[in-house]
């Protein structure tokens, strides 16, 4: 249908709509006439990538000068995939419907192990062996050697794509990781690196959210992008702790050895060079004397020796001359390295700022500021003047001199901790140095400053407001939207008590309760009884669930279960797990019925969907805080308390139930889909929690279904699953939560979206 | 002696059965006891009808062997050889043991057989409760005819269809103390078939050892004994047959792993696209490598989870066979032809790899795209915001177009046909309305007549039906079996027009005057007595 928002023709490529979607287009709509940022919490299941790219689309067409590009980040290779098979949808239904051929190029980006069509490189099973062995053909400095020497192993479709690949620009159309790849292996390009060129002309880019937020990896790949783009953050609730790894180092005992291996391999080579080559070192020092580093410096195949820090933040100086030449670089990495592990023989914790390591680093072995700040720069240049061709290799040094410029650079936001034993483990000495970033927003800074527009939006955001304080902008719009449903299909419900009036909860103090455990068990067990098809349990933790699995076997719970249906768990392994999840989906699918039990934070609650059958309960047992103990978030609390003013309580709270949240919501994936969502803790029944369950939840937990004994809860959920199994046609949400074009445009219909939206 | 002809599995003398010796015989089919010095016997039971037999307990002097029929009765047979009288029995409870249970089977099956039948049949049932249950017929000669055809079919479909495995197989040994130290587990056949199936390695174990090495009760009693029952325990001995048994476990699991997962959506190790090299992030939690400093309990309690998603892996495998995983794709709907011929391709994928052009050496990049496509369609889809256009049809998808309609093709049909305007003449006179079918009167019979009669009416042709098949069955009437059926089956008749025709029809004149339901029914009947007349006088005259 075409719709008219507010003046812009959009075209949605279904005959009806969801009135959230419509309300949601408005939104987006204003935010992006106002070229501010936003916050959008909206359910999943409703819609949202489409809405999203449907208006985006239609106001790229309206306004070609004002919004020149789509950047949409997702987090998984799945999801992306996703997005683009839903972009592709809306292209052939704007191609049926205006007649023309849209001339718009949309593609994903994606990892050279995604992209690779290199019969042997390709073949490798990790990300990072595929990297470095592309890399190990594609160097620029390789590549140089093989006009020498034509023997040397190279990559022809790299070769093919570097002689004519730049000539012509990638054909417009919408291309997904396997389009690519049969395009590449059809010209013979490559087509990783036929994506990274071609971003930089495409309307619409998809790709996760390392490339925005990684300094590492953005500073490579979307340096040139332009800044008239919308940039979308989608299922971005997490989006502060991918902002504060990608800037986070640990260095451990192992990682200093490789170091030292590392330092004594470089000094090798540089002797070695010294007596054929001598020429090739004094080159690097002329350059660096005259602060050419940049000049060469985009060799796009270049990609592992990028720097950590912000773009704004990188010195545009020369080199200082005390780490110009390549033997004192080497006597200062060594002498950086002899401090690090002095600073690791400890037998206390330590806590530090990084001024203070800066201090204390100038006092014990006289290393500067300055030349700490060049060390990524420097090392990158040494390695491609020394012509390494296996930089994996050099993964260690390579963290150390980029801990060394970030620790140089920021003054603020950052903390050093140097524990010496695991806390679990006390008797085992097994040093770390967290470097850890505790303020999110430098991270996403560049990224707010930089476009004009920058969505965020997930199905749990709530509360709305926490994000613009941690991640530090200042939105123009932020909404939270309900799903209009035309049967209650979700049904949440909080357990408190077992039959024998126990509490339940998962409360560090009584978590080891025999009689928690066994009412847990109860729980699990009655459940499994009468629902149909998949259950899926979340855990606090996996020592948790290792722990309760264990008393649970003990109490033969689970020979019980397992007489109503098959269960599966999550482990640490993840190809383990992989394997439980697609049985667990098999025995769902030939009725079977099964009962995953996963992990809170896990992999499972992050990037898997159980849609339908796959998950017609979500059982949360306990609220699933992070572990409190830890230094780092310690810390990290601090920070916040004192910077934003949010109270460590609020922080935990909104953290454990941003994640409670997202477990449950895994069973519910739109409106045909029905599920139960059992939170199993009477903690949840506290104000404070339940206010921050996203507002799509919240209003169907009345205070009918708080502290609910097991029996109850039973029997509620008997009666909502029956209600449920009843047929549920396209007639029953016509004109409720389903909108023909008619429906939509009529007054009072007008009015009652205008509701959905609800402003924080 | 009739018994002569049979096969005596056992005899055994002096026996006595109310306060009379005589000799006690166990045949193939039944058992039966005789009077000392009389050629016949007094008591005979088929296998078939005893329910259970009991036996005197150990200490008691007179030892004693009752057998509970069925029907409730027993009957008490006293061994009173002295010197023998314990062995003498125990020979032959252990023989009956054996006997029983084949027979024991073969009844209820024929209960259940017919009981099923009833139920999935509401027809049928009504026709037993009208002529049965009315005793209008008797219920063997109901079943006479019915349940050897269905037991053809049945027993047909029965090995098509395997049973499945309860996940909770092994909860059901439930082990009980016995009171003095020990424990015992109760073992059956289907527990046995379902540890085999579910643990082919333990099936392994017990063709290699049993009965060359030990005898069975000996190797279950090993296995119950085994780490490897006891999942929670990790440090297998040397010594335990089963250690290799658990290895061969994890070696299954750990290439089960290593082949990965089908479905992309699932597979957690491609999730991320771009994992955070080694050292960066701020995981406070990172996993220990080393094993050393972890305790044993952590250990044990990973194993109990390695366990239970092997065993569930297995169960599922047991109960679905091999073709559940190729199954999975045909759930996708939207693409079901895409689907299709990516099933058709699987097997001969070799033709497919060598038709590439780029020797991609990652065999599964060909199969992933379409399975990957369909599953990502299937997620995007909102099948509610489309509007409803009938069920989706798969496109008939021809190969080569022309051959079927390039060629001109007219169909011949000799001369002997008729114009089509006269064809559609016949059919229009022959519809409802139609010049030929104005003579007919019922055409309101369903108006006319409320539901509750139609439905009486119906069950009385039924039943009516059946009887007369019954009948007309017995022609040609050519053995005395047939002809005392055949009489009776007149007088059945009868009786059924006497005791369900007939107030029927006067049911029917006092509500309604003119329309007579029943008039085809009494056709019917009359035509089956004059079939019987005709078949008595001739049999007469044939007599005289």
């Known amino acids: 249908m075409k719709l008219n928002i507010e003046g812009l023709l959009v075209y949605f490529p279904y005959d009806y709509i969801y009135p959230e979607q419509y309300s949601y287009m408005l939104e987006l709509k204003r935010t992006l006439d106002a070229k501010g940022h936003g916050v959008l919490e909206m359910p999943s299941g409703t819609g949202k990538t489409i809405s999203l790219l449907s208006l985006i689309v239609a106001y790229q067409r309206e306004y070609p000068l004002e919004v020149t590009k789509l950047i949409y980040c997702s987090r998984t290779v799945p999801e992306i995939e996703k997005v683009v098979e839903e972009l592709r949808k809306l292209m052939e239904f704007y191609s049926k419907e205006t007649g023309e051929k849209n001339n718009i190029l949309a593609l994903a980006l994606s990892s050279r192990k995604n992209l690779c069509v290199h019969p042997e490189v390709s073949s490798l099973r990790f990300g990072k062996e595929v990297d470095g062995k592309c890399h190990s053909l594609t160097a620029s400095y390789i590549r140089a050697q093989r006009h020498s020497n034509p023997s040397l192993p190279s990559c022809r479709f790299y070769e093919e794509f570097d002689a004519m690949g730049k000539q012509v620009p990638l054909p417009a159309g919408v291309y997904n990781l396997d389009d690519l790849k049969e395009f590449g292996r059809r010209k013979g390009w490559c087509p990783y690196y036929l994506a990274r060129y071609s971003i930089l002309h495409a309307n619409i880019i998809v790709y996760s959210y390392h490339y925005l937020l990684d300094p590492k990896i953005a500073d490579l790949v979307s340096k040139e992008l332009s800044k008239k783009s919308v940039v979308v953050f989608d299922e971005a609730h997490n989006i502060d702790n991918v902002c504060i790894d990608s800037m986070s180092v640990n260095i451990t005992r192992r990682t200093l050895d490789r170091s030292q291996a590392n330092v004594e391999t470089l000094q090798n080579t540089i002797l070695k060079i010294k007596e054929t080559d001598a020429a090739k070192l004094k080159e690097e020092y002329r350059r660096l004397v005259e602060g050419l580093k940049e000049a060469n410096v985009a060799r796009e195949t270049d990609i592992y020796m990028s720097n950590p820090v912000l773009p704004d933040e990188i010195l545009q100086e020369a080199v200082p001359g005390s780490i110009r030449t390549a033997e004192h670089f080497v006597g200062f990495m060594k002498r950086f390295l002899e401090y690090l592990k002095a600073r690791l023989r400890i037998h206390h914790v330590v806590q530090e700022s990084a001024p203070q390591f800066l201090k204390d680093i100038f006092e014990k072995v006289c290393i500067d500021r300055k030349p700490l700040r060049f060390c990524a720069e420097r090392l990158r240049s040494l390695l491609r003047t020394l012509e390494i061709a296996d930089i994996a290799d050099f993964s260690a040094i390579t963290l150390i001199s980029n801990f060394a410029t970030l620790v140089s650079t920021y003054s603020k936001g950052f903390t050093i901790i140097i524990e010496p034993f695991e806390d679990r483990t006390p008797t085992i000495a097994n040093p770390v140095l967290h470097f850890s970033c505790m303020d999110p927003s430098i991270a996403i800074k560049p990224v707010f400053e930089r476009f004009q527009s920058v969505i965020i939006t997930s199905g749990t955001l709530s509360p709305l407001d926490i994000y613009p304080r941690i991640l530090d902008f200042r939105p123009v719009t932020v909404a939270s939207f309900t799903m209009t449903l035309a049967r209650t299909c979700l049904c949440p419900l909080v357990v408190g008590r077992g039959n024998d009036q126990v509490a339940m909860t998962s409360k560090f103090e009584t978590r080891e309760d025999f009689a928690v455990i066994r009412n847990y068990g109860n729980l699990l067990l009655e459940m499994s009884a009468i629902v149909p098809d998949g259950i899926v349990a979340f855990f606090t933790s996996y020592t948790y669930m290792e722990n309760i699995v264990a008393s649970w076997y003990e109490q033969g719970i689970l020979e019980n279960v397992q007489r109503n249906k098959l269960i599966f768990i999550e482990t640490p392994d993840a190809a383990e797990t992989s394997m439980a999840l697609e049985k667990y989906q098999e025995a769902c699918e030939n009725g079977r019925g099964a009962i995953l039990l996963s992990v809170a934070r896990g992999k499972v609650s992050e990037g898997i969907d159980f849609v339908h059958h796959f998950g017609r309960a979500v059982i949360m047992f306990g609220v699933p805080y992070v572990y409190t103990q830890s230094r780092i978030l310690k810390a990290r609390l601090e920070y916040l308390r004192d910077q934003f003013q949010i109270r460590e309580n609020d922080f935990l709270t909104f953290d454990a139930m941003r994640h409670a949240a997202q477990c449950v919501g895994r069973a519910i994936r739109g409106k045909t889909d029905y599920g139960l969502m059992i939170f199993a803790d009477k903690r949840y029944a506290r104000a404070d929690k339940r206010g921050k369950l996203p507002r799509w939840i919240q209003e169907h937990l009345t205070d009918g279904s708080l502290n609910l004994t097991i029996d109850e809860t039973v029997q509620l959920s008997k009666h909502f699953l029956r209600q449920m199994a009843q047929p549920f046609r396209q007639e029953d949400q016509l004109g409720l939560s389903l909108l023909t074009l008619e429906q939509l445009q009529s007054e009072d219909m007008l009015q009652k979206i205008a509701q959905i939206a609800h402003q924080a | ?544």
């Not at chain 2, 780029?358 to 909102?382: A, C, H, L, T, W």
């Not at chain 2, 798969?394 to 080569?400: I, R």
Request: positive net charge; contains cysteine.
């Open chain 2, 1 to 544: 002696m009739a018994a002569l002809s049979e096969e005596v599995l056992l005899v055994v003398k002096r026996v006595r059965q109310r306060k009379q010796d005589g000799t006690l015989y166990l045949m193939a089919e039944r058992i039966a006891w005789g009077p000392e010095g009389k050629d016949r016997f007094t008591v005979s039971h088929l296998y078939a009808d005893i329910r259970c037999q009991k036996i005197s307990p150990d200490g008691k002097a007179k030892i004693q062997l009752q057998l509970v029929l069925h029907t409730g009765e027993s009957t008490n047979l006293h061994f009173s050889n002295e010197s023998t009288a314990l062995k003498d029995r125990d020979a032959a409870k252990d023989l009956l043991q054996q006997l029983l249970p084949k027979f024991k089977k073969r009844a209820n099956k024929e209960l259940e057989e017919k009981n099923r039948m009833l139920q999935e049949d509401p027809v049928l049932f009504q026709l037993y409760k009208d002529l049965v249950v009315c005793q209008v017929i008797s219920a063997e000669e109901f079943w006479a005819n019915r349940l050897s055809i269905n037991n053809v079919d049945h027993s047909l479909s029965n090995n098509k269809q395997e049973v499945g495995i309860s996940a909770a197989f092994l909860a059901d040994i439930r082990p009980q103390t016995d009171g003095c130290n020990g424990l015992r587990y109760n073992l059956t056949s289907d527990i046995i078939e379902s540890i085999f199936r579910t643990y082919p390695a333990v099936k392994q174990k017990y063709g290699e050892n049993v009965p060359h090495n030990m005898t069975e009760k000996e190797f279950w009693t090993r296995f119950f004994q085994s780490h490897y029952f006891h999942r929670d325990r990790i440090n297998t001995g040397l010594q335990d047959i089963f250690s290799e048994c658990a290895k061969q476990d994890e070696k299954g699991l750990k290439s089960m792993v290593f082949q990965g997962v089908k479905n992309p959506m699932v597979d957690l190790l491609s999730l991320e696209d771009k994992s955070l090299d080694e050292g960066y992030g701020s995981n406070s939690t990172a996993p220990s490598t080393s094993n050393t400093n972890k305790t044993v309990k952590e250990n044990s309690n990973s194993a109990i989870i390695k366990r239970f998603n092997h065993h569930s892996t297995m169960v599922l495998a047991a109960g679905s066979g091999k073709k559940a995983s190729s199954l999975v794709v045909f759930t996708a709907e939207p693409c079901a032809n895409l689907a299709v011929c990516l099933h058709r391709d699987a097997p001969n994928g070799q033709a497919c790899e060598t038709s590439s052009t780029d020797g991609n050496s990652r065999d599964s990049d060909f199969f992933q795209p379409p399975i990957k496509k369909v599953k990502i369609q299937d997620v995007i889809e909102y099948e509610d915001l489309h509007r409803e256009n009938g069920k989706k049809t798969v496109a008939l998808n021809l190969k080569k177009s022309d051959r079927w309609c390039g060629c001109s093709w007219t169909p011949y049909f000799g001369t002997s046909v008729m114009s089509s305007s006269t064809a559609s003449c016949a059919i229009a006179a022959l519809s409802p309305g139609g010049v030929l079918m104005q003579a007919l009167a019922q055409q309101a019979i369903n108006q006319m007549v409320p539901n509750d009669v139609q439905g009486e009416l119906k069950h009385l042709y039924t039943a009516a039906g059946e009887l007369l098949r019954h009948f007309w069955s017995c022609f040609p009437v050519n053995t005395l079996f047939l002809e005392e059926k055949v009489v009776k089956m007149r007088s059945n008749l009868e009786r059924f027009q006497m005791t369900k025709l007939r107030p029927f029809q006067e049911k029917v004149q006092r509500q309604y005057l003119s329309t007579n339901l029943t008039g085809h029914l009494e056709d019917m009947f009359q035509m089956a007595y004059n079939k019987f007349h005709a078949w008595q006088t001739r049999r007469m005259m044939r007599k005289t």
